[in-house]
């Protein structure tokens, strides 16, 4: 079955603490995403990347942090900068040779820190 | 800039019929799509729109008028599955996406 996975599901952490965000996808796509979600807010883009060993920060990319030296995999690093890291997070992939390029969305990681 | 919204509840009765507008304003605008999400799952993607018009998707159908920078989604025959939060999302010329807050709608028995 092709699709996008984040792990783990729910995380805690502790206040000044880096912490890493896991995504894998099997779906062949060149572009992943990385979003948060607040309650009463639409999805924030933290960073994206069109293509391995490439990626350009989102609308908030203060305090997070990405890598991309696999097509499969765009793992996020929450680090101790972020001031209000406590959110839902988001991964995505899309393809750019089929329209409309939907984006496909993991099932999200519900990240705590106290 | 872009600014996009939408109503943030609608409640309905099965059965029933449901429209959710959203309105944009946005430079570059490259697409409007509808996602569908339940409560902490994933998004999933329902409808795209990029010309004018009306497209229909089963009981589903959504709408765009790029000069109003206006969208409806239409959700017909309601079931109770159907409670769940729907995205307005726009698509820029940079193929990156806007998302409005979200519409959270309940369907009653």
């Known amino acids: 079955d092709g699709g996008i996975t984040q792990s783990p599901k729910y995380l805690f952490r502790k206040e000044g603490q880096n912490v890493t965000l896991s995504c894998e996808q099997n779906?062949?796509?060149?572009?992943m995403y990385w979003y948060r979600q607040d309650p009463g807010q639409g999805l924030r883009l933290i960073y994206y990347?069109?293509?391995?060993?490439?990626?350009q920060k989102g609308d908030i990319a203060e305090g997070y942090s990405v890598s991309r030296e696999k097509k499969e995999s765009f793992p996020l690093t929450v680090t101790s900068a972020q001031k209000n890291p406590t959110a839902f997070y988001l991964c995505?992939?899309?393809?750019?040779?089929?329209?409309?390029?939907?984006?496909?969305f993991g099932p999200g990681t519900r990240l705590t820190v106290t | 800039g872009q600014n996009i919204d939408q109503p943030t509840e609608m409640t309905a009765t099965e059965g029933a019929i449901v429209q959710i507008n959203c309105t944009y304003q946005?430079?570059?605008?490259?697409?409007l799509f509808w996602y569908q999400q339940h409560a902490g799952e994933a998004p999933t993607f329902l409808s795209y729109?990029?010309?004018?018009g009306l497209e229909e998707k089963g009981r589903f159908s959504s709408f765009l008028s790029r000069s109003k920078g206006y969208s409806y989604l239409l959700l017909k025959e309601l079931q109770m599955k159907d409670s769940a939060s729907y995205l307005c999302?726009?698509?820029?010329?940079?193929?990156?996406?806007?998302f409005g807050a979200g519409t959270t709608v309940t369907v009653r028995a």
């Open positions: 995505a992939s899309s393809t750019d040779w089929t329209e409309p390029y939907e984006q496909y």
């Open positions: 779906l062949n796509h060149d572009a």
């Open positions: 990347s069109q293509i391995v060993n490439d990626f």
């Open positions: 946005t430079s570059g605008f490259n697409g």
């Open positions: 729109n990029v010309l004018d």
């Open positions: 999302a726009v698509r820029h010329n940079d193929y990156k996406l806007s």
